[in-house]
C-alpha cells in the first residue's frame, strides 16, 4: 500500500524557486547555445552577448514550460500514483493548491506582469496538448516523443535555418532539463527517482 504523503503549498513555492535559479541563475540556458554555436560551427547563434541574452530569455522560458509539464506528470508519484495518473478528491485539491502557489512563485522570479503570466498558462496548455498520449503524429499514428515540441519550438528560436541540428540540440538539452526537474523533484518531495 501506498505511503499517503502530505502535499504542501509551499512545496509548490520551493520547486518553482529551483527551477526558475536553474534557468536564469544558474547559466544552464546560456551554456546550452554556447556549446550550440560551437559545436555546429554556427557562431552567428552567439555572435554578440545581447543577442545571446535576448535568446536566453526566449528559450529559458521554454525551458520552463518543459520542466512545469514534467512537474504535472510527475506529481502523482507522490501520492503513490503511477506517473501521470489521475488525482482525485484530497490529492487533487492538495496538487491545485500546489500548482496556485508554484505559478505564482515562478511569475515572481521572472518578474512577468500578469499578461505574461496568462500567456505562459496559455502556452503550457498548448504544451500539454502535444504531449505523448495527447496527440497523435500524421504518419503511422505512433505518438511523440516527449520533446517533439520543446525541440520544435525551441529550434526555431535557436537557429531556424538548420532546423535539423538545432532540433536534435535540443532534444538532447530537454532530457538534460528532466533530469534536472527528477532531481529537484526527488530533493524537495522525497521521491524515488522513476527510472
Request: hydrophobic share 45%; with cysteine.
Amino acid at each position: 500500500m501506498p505511503r499517503t504523503q502530505k502535499l504542501f503549498p509551499s512545496y509548490g513555492s520551493a520547486i518553482a524557486n529551483a527551477l526558475a535559479r536553474a534557468v536564469w541563475r544558474d547559466g544552464i540556458v546560456r551554456r546550452f547555445i554556447l556549446r550550440y554555436a560551437v559545436e555546429n560551427e554556427r557562431r552567428a547563434v552567439a555572435a554578440s552577448a545581447k543577442q545571446v541574452s535576448e535568446l536566453e530569455e526566449m528559450i529559458g522560458r521554454e525551458v520552463l514550460l518543459a520542466m512545469t509539464i514534467e512537474v504535472r506528470a510527475q506529481l502523482p508519484r507522490f501520492f503513490g500514483k503511477r506517473r501521470g495518473a489521475s488525482l482525485a478528491g484530497d490529492a487533487q485539491a492538495a496538487a491545485d493548491a500546489f500548482f496556485r502557489e508554484y505559478f505564482s512563485s515562478l511569475g515572481r522570479a521572472g518578474d512577468w506582469p500578469l499578461e505574461e503570466a496568462a500567456q505562459f498558462q496559455r502556452d503550457l496548455d498548448l504544451y500539454a496538448r502535444m504531449s505523448p498520449g495527447e496527440q497523435k503524429t500524421r504518419s503511422g499514428g505512433g505518438f511523440k516523443s516527449p520533446a517533439e515540441p520543446f525541440a520544435d519550438r525551441c529550434a526555431i528560436l535557436l537557429d531556424p535555418s538548420m532546423m535539423e541540428k538545432a532540433r536534435r540540440a535540443a532534444a538532447g538539452f530537454h532530457a538534460e532539463m528532466i533530469r534536472a526537474t527528477e532531481k529537484i523533484l526527488s530533493e524537495t518531495l522525497r521521491l524515488r527517482p522513476s527510472r
